[in-house]
Structures are given as structure tokens and as C-alpha cells.
């Protein structure tokens, strides 16, 4: 019969192992072994860069809570994306959100777009973006395409769900040849074809001037859009 000490050393063991499984940025060895790989380590910014492919703008994005998170400047605001380049690809990562919120990931991006005006140098990604936002943000209530898991602007999401505002949401974007899927909190919501005329429109619609050929594989890119916004567990894996 173990001793009241052996029975307690055993559920510290226990207690201990989940609370390092429950830790943020991490992979099982279950998800290495289906070829999973980090995309953040949660500590430092490598592998991420500003859109525009210059150094990582620390002036408007920082690490916290073990995430990127987007800050709210008065002298401009600059996408970050991944130094990496995909194809097809099943990404996974957690977002937060605050009220009236407004963000997203954007995906087979066709064009970067930098100016500056009165508000700072701006740096942005045009492309498909999976809409992250508090759905009672005035742009997201404008338009059911514009709300949480959205493909923006063009398709809304079915079921609609909303986002848990203040915690953290999971979301889940998979692209594979031509079939996209937009996935949030566990429920599919949006699914298309990129070949789709409407898409296609939308794709066209962001090619720089002159330019007939769509890019087929790029970066994933995270926006900042005036709001607070913290990404982590960032995990990808290439279908």
C-alpha cells in the first residue's frame, strides 16, 4: 500500500506533466510525427519578418503572453508574415481578441501595398484573408461576410460562430490545390474552390497593376489592424 508521501509525489508528477502539456508552442510528438512543424516558438520573432520582407517592425508588433501581438500605434501599422513560403498547407493557430476587435490571416497573397499618410507608414498584405474579429465591430456588423472566419468580404461563414472575445480562439485554415477551408473553434465554416469565379474576381482584383499571373504559393501573413491582437501555437504542415 503507498504511503500518503508516495501518493503525493505521484499526483505532483501528475499535476506537473499536464501543466507542461497544457503549455503554449509546444508539439506532442504524436503532431512531429504527421509532419507538424512551428511556425513561433513563442520567445523570439524568428521566421517572421514585415511584409514588405524588411526586418520584423518591433514598433507596432511585440511578444506577449507567449504570442505576437499586434499594438496600437499612432505612427503606423505594418502586416508581418511568415519568411517561409506555401503551397498547399493545413495551418492551426490560437487568436485573441478584444472588443470591437478587427484582424485576420492572410493567404495566397497577390500583392504588398506600402504608403505613408497621417496616421504613419502602412504595410499591407492583398490577398484571400480569413477574417478575425469581434463580430460586433462595426465592420464585421456591416456585412455577415466580414464577421469571424469570414472568408472576407466574399463569403460568409456557415454556422456562424462567434468568437469568444478576451480568450483565446482556435482556428484552422486549409489549403490544398484548389479547395480552401476556413475552420473556427472545431466547426468547418467556410469552404470554396479557388478556381470559383467569384474567387478568381477577388484574386485579380489584388494583382499589382500590369500583371496577369496569379501567385499560387506564398507566405502567411498577420495583420495589424489598429487592434490588440495575440497569436500563438502557429503550427503548419504541408498536404
Keep these: 500500500m503507498p504511503t500518503t508521501a508516495a501518493r503525493c509525489c505521484v499526483l505532483l508528477l501528475v499535476v506537473l506533466s499536464l501543466g507542461?502539456?497544457?503549455?503554449?508552442?509546444q508539439l506532442t510528438d504524436a503532431e512531429r510525427?504527421?509532419?507538424w512543424r512551428l511556425l513561433f516558438d513563442g520567445k523570439t520573432?524568428?521566421?517572421?519578418e514585415e511584409i514588405t520582407g524588411k526586418p520584423f517592425p518591433a514598433n507596432c508588433w511585440t511578444?506577449?503572453?507567449a504570442s505576437l501581438k499586434a499594438l496600437v500605434r499612432s505612427d503606423g501599422f505594418q502586416d508581418i508574415r511568415t519568411v517561409e513560403v506555401f503551397g498547399s498547407f493545413d495551418l492551426q493557430f490560437d487568436w485573441k481578441i478584444l472588443k470591437d476587435g478587427n484582424s485576420g490571416v492572410k493567404y495566397l497573397i497577390q500583392r504588398v501595398d506600402e504608403w505613408t499618410n497621417a496616421a504613419g507608414r502602412e504595410a499591407r498584405a492583398r490577398g484571400l484573408e480569413y477574417q478575425l474579429a469581434d463580430d460586433q465591430n462595426a465592420d464585421a456588423a456591416s456585412d455577415p461576410r466580414?464577421?469571424?472566419g469570414s472568408l472576407y468580404s466574399l463569403i460568409a461563414p456557415v454556422p456562424r460562430i462567434a468568437p469568444r472575445i478576451g480568450e483565446f480562439n482556435h482556428s484552422r485554415l486549409v489549403v490544398k490545390g484548389h479547395h480552401v477551408e476556413h475552420w473556427l473553434n472545431g466547426a468547418k465554416v467556410v469552404e470554396f474552390e479557388t478556381d470559383a469565379a467569384e474567387v478568381q474576381k477577388l484574386l485579380r482584383s489584388n494583382l499589382p497593376k500590369g500583371s496577369e499571373r496569379l501567385v499560387e504559393s506564398g507566405p502567411i501573413s498577420l495583420q495589424n489592424h489598429s487592434s490588440e491582437t495575440w497569436f500563438r501555437n502557429i503550427k503548419?504542415?504541408?498536404l
Design 20 to 25: 507542461r502539456g497544457a503549455e503554449p508552442n
Design 33 to 35: 510525427r504527421q509532419g
Design 45 to 48: 520573432t524568428a521566421g517572421w
Design 63 to 65: 511578444i506577449e503572453d
Design 146 to 148: 466580414r464577421v469571424a
Design 236 to 238: 503548419i504542415r504541408t
